[in-house]
T-cell receptor, first 110, second 114 residues
């Protein structure tokens, strides 16, 4: 079983819609959760992090964490063509290591 | 405002050749990391350095060595390159252990082994 699993996509959404990305993790002791965005041919950039159960909002992005279900999600509201990218979920199973999912590719169609 | 700088950006090697990938950060971060990214497999940790003077193996260390030269610099060496090491390599840094600190990535080195 992979430590971090994501649907690979592609996830296609119309402009202005909500994109919903899901991530599950296997290490119940994980404490920190990150979402990175990676444009094609570019490096990952951090867009959200969440440590506590519940929702965390930052602009058009909302991260949701449910530690009991070992599930973290990212919602992108009012999706724009510039949101077309691969989104990587990363989970911290110990103090120095981040485990990354393979990523979900999102395409926002105009 | 460079952040994390990797050199070179592109490299083509022949099987058996050696080379060193360089990484430097100017954010005064304590921890540094080397990842490789292959299609469909996400980022996999090769080695990391929690602080100056320490290095530890990650998920896929075979065929690689690292040196934490000082607080700023963390290099990755391929002693005898193999086609399986064709990948995109990313260096990252964080203020301290990855626990609750975000990692900042360099632009990557695209390495092809023929």
């Amino acid at each position: 079983q992979k430590e971090v699993e994501q649907n690979s996509g592609p996830l296609s959404v119309p402009e202005g819609a909500i994109a919903s990305l899901n991530c599950t993790y296997s290490d119940r002791g994980s404490q920190s959760f990150f979402w990175y965005r990676q444009y094609s041919g570019k490096s990952p950039e951090l867009i959200m992090f969440i440590y506590s159960n519940g929702d965390k909002e930052d602009g058009r992005f909302t991260a949701q964490l449910n530690k009991a279900s070992q599930y973290v999600s990212l919602l992108i509201r009012d999706s724009q063509p510039s949101d077309s990218a691969t989104y990587l979920c990363a989970v911290n199973p110990n103090d120095y290591k981040l485990s990354f999912g393979a990523g979900t590719t999102v395409t926002v169609r105009a | 405002n460079a952040g994390v700088t990797q050199t070179p950006k592109f490299q083509v090697l022949k099987t058996g050749q050696s080379m060193t990938l360089q990484c430097a950060q100017d954010m005064n971060h304590n921890s540094m990391y080397w990842y490789r990214q292959d299609p469909g497999m996400g980022l996999r940790l090769i080695y990391y350095s929690a602080s100056e003077g320490t290095t530890d193996k990650g998920e896929v260390p075979n065929g690689y060595n690292v040196s934490r030269l000082n607080k700023r610099e963390f290099s990755l060496r391929l002693e005898s390159a193999a086609p399986s090491q064709t990948s995109v390599y990313f260096c990252a840094s964080s203020e301290r252990g990855a626990g609750n600190q975000p990692q900042h990535f360099g632009d990557g080195t695209r390495l092809s082994i023929l």
